[in-house]
């Protein structure tokens, strides 16, 4: 357990560090050291043999840096997309450029076990090492979306972080985060327990309705404004986790992944546009890091506390709390974060753009 959460928690432990890579450094370049690194990592685990607690620091310590790595790569890809989205298209933007992150979690897995397959965990981890590196050789033609000035005072992360707007909605982050823990790791489990032999149905439903509605959820959104339908998102996403308070059969799973589906596919792009637009470019590397740090430090505390949760009162209780935890999420959104927000002026219309 402690290996699995290693890199979860170097990403919220090193997260100031590499957001404020991004700002430094440049989008490009923190990327480019981030892929290097996905591409060097994986061919490690090959060399851990024999029993587990004879190689535990020496991998502890790999699977900290491969979380360095991933903090990398995210928090430098999406600053990089947000620097190159016309900011009238900002949530749309987003949410498309989230459908490949989401494609590719779900195609990773697959592939992942034919590897397994045709080579062994050998075989698993180079095919690891080879999506870095071709991840690393396509990024190469890309330009740099943003070049630090040296003359430049710079912020520190924990300065953008004391920022109302960027705390508020940290803060927002780690109770969302909190509630994802439920689905990601207790609906598997809590879907054996109940005798439904196909528990993907939940992920399934929740992929497909995820990336179904981010493109037109990201448009609505850039033309309404995202504080508009960021609080029915929240509520949808609470009312998905209610649903499996109680489940019975396998309707029941699958309506609920959709339903939470809908929801979360809006939430992220729009919680991402808000904490960005109107900001500095040379911050939101340090914002980003801000807001995906929270979603971290979110699911690593709600995995904890639901775990024990359901450990003592069962998993009804368990997704009732992840429920209870968004909607608390809602409420304070609706009080301390939509007075900060402002509407920008009218957007031209997109067919324009």
Same mark, same amino acid.
């Given at each position: ?90 949530? #749309? ?6 459908? $490949? ?11 992942? #076990? ?29 330009? #740099? ?57 939940? $992920? ?11 493109? $037109? ?9 995202? #504080? ?104 304070? $959104? ?20």
């Amino acid at each position: 357990g402690l290996q699995m959460g290693a890199m979860s928690l170097a990403a919220v432990i090193f997260r100031p560090w590499t957001s404020n890579l991004v700002d430094r450094l440049g989008r490009k370049r923190t990327y480019w050291v981030g892929c290097l690194m996905l591409a060097m990592l994986p061919p490690v685990y090959g060399l851990f043999q024999g029993n587990l607690q004879h190689v535990w620091p020496a991998l502890f310590l790999l699977r900290i840096l491969h979380g360095v790595a991933d903090g990398l790569v995210f928090v430098a890809g999406f600053t990089y997309i947000a620097d190159i989205i016309p900011s009238q298209r900002m949530s #749309e933007g987003l949410g498309m450029f989230g459908i $490949f992150g989401l494609t590719g979690s779900a195609a990773g897995p697959v592939l992942g #076990e034919f590897a397994i397959r045709w080579a062994g965990f050998t075989g698993l981890y180079g095919y690891a090492g080879l999506l870095g590196l071709m991840a690393l050789i396509l990024q190469i033609p890309l330009k #740099e979306s943003f070049r630090p000035e040296p003359t430049r005072d710079k912020g520190s992360f924990l300065t953008v972080l004391k920022r109302k707007k960027t705390g508020r909605i940290a803060l927002l982050a780690v109770l969302c985060g909190m509630g994802s823990a439920a689905y990601q790791g207790f609906v598997a489990p809590y879907a054996e327990s109940r005798g439904i032999g196909f528990v993907s149905l939940f $992920f399934v439903g929740y992929s497909v309705a995820a990336v179904l509605v981010r493109p $037109f959820g990201g448009r609505l959104a850039d033309r309404v404004g995202e #504080e508009r339908i960021l609080p029915l998102a929240l509520l949808v996403i609470g009312g998905g986790y209610l649903m499996l308070v109680d489940l019975e059969g396998s309707g029941r799973l699958l309506l609920s992944g959709m339903v939470t589906g809908v929801g979360q596919g809006l939430v992220f792009p729009c919680f991402l546009a808000l904490a960005l637009r109107n900001e500095p470019i040379g911050d939101r590397g340090k914002i980003n890091g801000a807001f995906t740090g929270g979603l971290d430090l979110g699911l690593f505390g709600g995995s904890l506390l639901l775990g024990w949760i359901g450990q003592r009162a069962g998993y009804g209780p368990l997704f009732l709390m992840a429920g209870a935890f968004v909607w608390a999420g809602l409420l304070y $959104f609706l009080a301390r974060i939509l007075p900060l927000v402002s509407r920008r002026s009218v957007n031209p219309p997109l067919d324009s753009l």
